[in-house]
């Protein structure tokens, strides 16, 4: 893991991918934010996320949503949360080009589900000047960093359980964190 000093350069032609669950909203309480009452912002990430939209050209949230493939919830309950997550998020500064999901269950292997490159690719399809040698992809778990480094972007790790081992290339206790040392190396 290299310190927060050897972040790269971030400029508007950089990419910022970021999970959702234990890195923009609190993890659920029953494994699944199932309805908009259900989801709680992290500390600090809707100012984080109002920072990290100066200084990325793209913001895309990528987040697996399986509690759908078990019939927990409904793609118009996600739907729902992402309108109103959205909304709050735009409220508070920050801008989000796009949320891609995948509710594929994990034994599906479905080549949308992270680790795998599938929400990758349609981002790159909806905004072809993406270059993933310049993202970066912020999650909370192994898959979110082996989606990240199986397309060749650095890596933030989220957490504050030194126990959860992930080859990540920077490690910040919060999104805020992150996005608050992104800025002092940048500048602004």
Avoid at 53 to 60: H, M
Avoid at 82 to 89: L, S
Avoid at 165 to 175: E, I, P, R, T, V
Wanted: with cysteine; net charge negative; hydrophobic share 40%.
């Amino acid at each position: 893991m290299a310190p927060p000093s050897a972040l790269p350069h971030i400029t508007t032609k950089w990419t910022l991918f970021l999970d959702r669950d234990g890195v923009i909203n609190e993890p659920p309480e029953h494994l699944y934010a199932r309805n908009w009452q259900e989801f709680h912002f992290c500390k600090g990430s809707l100012e984080a996320l109002r920072i990290v939209s100066t200084l990325f050209g793209r913001v895309i949230i990528v987040t697996n949503q399986q509690g759908i493939g078990k019939g927990l919830m409904r793609e118009e309950d996600l739907s729902l949360i992402h309108k109103y997550m959205c909304r709050e998020i735009e409220q508070a500064g920050g801008d989000i080009d796009a949320v891609y999901s995948c509710p594929a269950l994990e034994e599906e292997e479905h080549p949308e589900r992270k680790p795998n490159p599938g929400m990758a690719h349609r981002a790159c399809e909806d905004f072809p000047e993406i270059d993933m040698k310049r993202s970066v992809m912020v999650g909370d778990k192994r898959n979110d960093i082996a989606f990240g480094q199986n397309l060749s972007m650095y890596t933030v790790l989220i957490t504050m359980n030194s126990n959860i081992q992930a080859n990540a290339d920077f490690h910040f206790s919060s999104l805020f964190g992150f996005a608050k040392c992104i800025q002092q190396i940048v500048g602004t």
